[in-house]
């Protein structure tokens, strides 16, 4: 049973647009999300997160945005470059056990010059 | 800094041998550790995590274990390897926020 999904497995977007990539979730009790980056061969790497307090976090070119009622999560990268090329997980934590991670299947970027 | 290390980066090992995977971390004391599996085309699954030493949760009937034996040691291990344990596999660690760290992953593929 997948708590977190991400239904689209790859994304092309162009260089300078936006790019939007989506994740929902199942459990009512998750509280707090991430965005991790991954490239080939490499592990994950933190890349944003957001409280269930907030609805928006932003940090330079990224902007997570959160939508409770509709158990729905979107990265937003703008401008998009090359560079930001890679496969983007969203996961998921509950308060109620805040060591436990739920990852999505993960979006494969592409940003094409 | 924290600094997270795998190892070996790459692995070949033919079904029925045994497995061990090593994890350490450096920078800091009492992380929570994680285990991560990636199959082929899939999202990261979680195998293992740990809060302390001896202090194991299982998250997948597998055919895989897992150890703490130090406090900043993490070890996976198999007595004998089956094809579908083939995948890219990942160590974390967590501190008291919320952000998982990742290690350079082990590429595991069973022959």
């Known amino acids: 049973d997948q708590q977190v999904k991400q239904n689209s497995p790859s994304l092309s977007v162009q260089e300078g647009r936006i790019s939007i990539l989506n994740c929902d979730y199942t459990?009512?009790?998750?509280?707090?999300f991430l965005w991790y980056k991954k490239y080939p061969a490499e592990g994950p790497t933190f890349l944003i997160s957001?409280?269930?307090?907030?609805d928006k976090n932003e940090d330079g070119r990224f902007t997570v945005f959160l939508n409770k009622s509709a158990k729905h999560l979107s990265l937003h990268i703008v401008p998009s470059q090359p560079g930001d090329s890679a496969v983007y997980f969203c996961a998921a934590s509950a308060i109620y056990n805040f060591n436990k991670f739920y990852f999505g299947s993960g979006t494969k970027l592409n940003v094409k010059p | 800094s924290q600094t997270i290390h795998q190892w070996p980066a790459t692995l070949v090992q033919p079904v029925g041998s045994p497995l061990s995977l090593e994890c350490t971390v450096e920078g800091t004391s009492n992380p929570n550790l994680y285990w991560y599996r990636q199959a082929a085309g899939r999202g990261l699954q979680l195998l293992f995590y740990s809060i302390g030493i001896d202090q194991i949760s299982s998250e997948v009937p597998q055919n895989l274990s897992a150890s703490r034996p130090q406090d900043r040691q993490f070890i996976l291990s198999s007595k004998k390897l089956l094809l579908s344990d083939s995948g890219f596999y990942l160590c974390?660690?967590?501190?008291?926020?919320?952000?998982?760290?990742f290690g350079p992953g082990t590429r595991l593929t069973v022959t």
């Open positions: 459990n009512s009790m998750f509280d707090y």
């Open positions: 974390a660690w967590g501190g008291q926020g919320y952000e998982q760290y």
């Open positions: 957001i409280s269930s307090i907030k």
